[in-house]
């Protein structure tokens, strides 16, 4: 026997016992883990009295870094034209 087969037969005897980490890990070998959803927000991390403080100036230079970010690879209105 090896020691693969060892710890996979420990493990069946524990589930056997009830132990639910045993369960668990077998339940998630053989029929996959649970996805776990998670929300996701782009203003989650956002200072807003820091935002509301800064000059119109900023805002604006702000607002054209984040707009030259969110553009997508390869849609660059600088980049030369290719045929």
Excluded at 34 to 49: A, C, G, K, R
Excluded at 53 to 63: Q, W
Aim: aromatic share 8%; net charge neutral; no cysteine.
């Amino acid at each position: 026997m090896t020691m693969l087969e060892a710890a996979i037969r420990m493990t069946y005897v524990h589930a056997l016992k009830g132990g639910a980490w045993a369960i668990e890990f077998i339940a998630e070998r053989t029929e996959g883990k649970i996805t776990q959803p998670i929300e996701v927000s782009p203003f989650s991390e956002v200072d807003w009295d820091k935002l509301n403080a800064l000059p119109l100036d900023e805002l604006r230079a702000l607002a054209g870094y984040v707009k030259k970010k969110a553009k997508p690879k390869g849609k660059n209105d600088d980049s030369p034209q290719t045929p």
